[in-house]
């Protein structure tokens, strides 16, 4: 069969799950689809927008859900992936392993298909759903990395060390996305595990040290989108992000690993944030000490990326959070606009989404910030590139989309017809 015949197939396939769902009869279901019942499937096989958005709605699915449906893998893409396959599960777990060491995401993410094919039980297919989690979050494709997460969880048969590290994962994809109750109490879960028992080796510390690493900064970031009980969450922030920067200090001592050293440094920045919520230490105080801190990254383009550059990127967002919280006037348009355009040339030197989105929003709040002040806040120019990375932003977060929108809108970068 040819693609067009295949996707024909898909949309009749749904026009007929639709008259079923809803008991209509073959003219009702056409006259729900704003169609004639003899044209209700296109020729083409490429349905117009209409009839997948009044496909959602018959079924009661999420529009993208009906369009993945119709536009899924063809049957050559799946037939290639499925010789992928033929190599078995252990010789592509260690692929899809040295694909993930050497940033080859796009890579790891077919091969971690493939894993899924290849894998006999429900920790095979667990631990394939771990792989392709971890492909996704390397292009910032989160809720696609939350979804294969949860769907490793739900296999029977998970050995404990599998179960734990798509735990670790699953909080780390809830942050995130944002969904800070969920990445506390799932990052909860990891940290209690320790209270009842002592880590055993370095990879029970690992995923202790990241347990309080995902809770703290869950509470740093609840400080904003909780006010009334910001206090509190800076306190509990500030408690946990200061075992994970011990427990990460430690960690890069023994076995000598410098990617630990530069989360220990993450939690060090972001301690100082939640001081500064708390009124211990005066936040332009906090802001000029993270601004000096910079410095060690003056040269972004020449600085090689990994975890100490990151966060040192992370230091600027916190720079951003502490200024727009605590600064005002000339201090406050001085300091975000250095912290906002360090978080961006980071972002960009690591292709980190999650910094990118913090970027714009940043920059965003700051223009707005300068309009309340001055009546006015510059022209906002975005070339191509700038409009593909909002593009793409908006895209990975949902919950930047309506920002996404305003940015596009105030830079006048797209043309209406």
Not at 34 to 53: A, F, I, T, Y
Not at 211 to 230: K, M, N, T, W, Y
Not at 233 to 243: C, K, S, T, V, Y
Not at 351 to 380: I, K, P, V
Request: include cysteine.
């Amino acid at each position: 069969m040819s693609r067009d015949e295949v996707r024909r197939d898909r949309v009749s396939q749904f026009v007929d799950l639709a008259r079923i769902y809803r008991n209509w009869t073959r003219v009702q279901t056409a006259q729900a689809l704003g169609r004639e019942p003899s044209k209700v499937v296109p020729e083409s096989g490429n349905p117009k927008l209409d009839l997948v958005v009044g496909l959602a709605e018959a079924l009661d699915w999420d529009v993208g859900d009906v369009a993945e449906g119709i536009w899924k893998d063809e049957a050559e893409q799946f037939q290639q992936v499925e010789a992928i396959a033929a190599r078995g599960f252990a010789a592509l777990d260690r692929e899809a392993i040295e694909a993930h060491r050497a940033g080859e995401y796009r890579r790891m993410c077919e091969l971690a298909r493939a894993l899924l094919l290849a894998a006999q039980t429900g920790g095979e297919r667990a631990t394939a759903s771990n792989r392709l989690a971890g492909a996704y979050d390397g292009i910032g494709r989160y809720t696609k990395a939350l979804a294969a997460l949860q769907r490793g969880l739900a296999e029977i048969g998970v050995p404990a060390h599998v179960r734990m590290m798509l735990e670790v994962n699953l909080a780390n994809a809830h942050y995130s996305l944002f969904h800070l109750v969920e990445a506390r109490a799932v990052a909860n879960t990891l940290v209690e595990r320790f209270s009842a028992r002592a880590p055993e080796g370095r990879s029970d510390r690992v995923v202790q040290a990241f347990g309080h690493f995902v809770r703290g900064q869950s509470e740093r970031r609840l400080i904003e989108s909780d006010p009334l009980s910001a206090n509190e969450h800076a306190q509990n922030g500030r408690a946990d992000l200061m075992i994970a920067q011990s427990v990460y200090g430690a960690l890069a001592k023994a076995y000598d690993d410098s990617s630990y050293a530069g989360v220990a440094n993450t939690c060090t920045g972001a301690i100082m944030e939640c001081d500064a919520a708390l009124g211990l230490t005066d936040p332009l105080v906090v802001a000029e000490t993270l601004a000096e801190g910079l410095e060690q990254v003056v040269d972004v383009a020449n600085y090689p990326p990994g975890d100490w550059l990151e966060s040192y990127g992370w230091w600027a967002v916190y720079g951003c959070n502490v200024s727009l919280r605590g600064l005002s006037g000339p201090e406050l348009n001085r300091h975000m606009a250095v912290f906002s355009n360090k978080v961006g040339e980071i972002a960009e030197r690591t292709e980190n989404w999650s910094m990118r989105e913090r970027a714009f929003t940043f920059e965003h709040l700051r223009r707005q910030r300068m309009n309340e002040s001055m009546g006015h806040s510059g022209e906002w120019l975005l070339d191509d590139d700038d409009v593909r990375t909002v593009t793409g932003t908006m895209g990975r977060f949902p919950s930047f989309r309506e920002t996404g929108w305003r940015i596009l809108e105030s830079a006048r970068a797209l043309h209406t017809a």
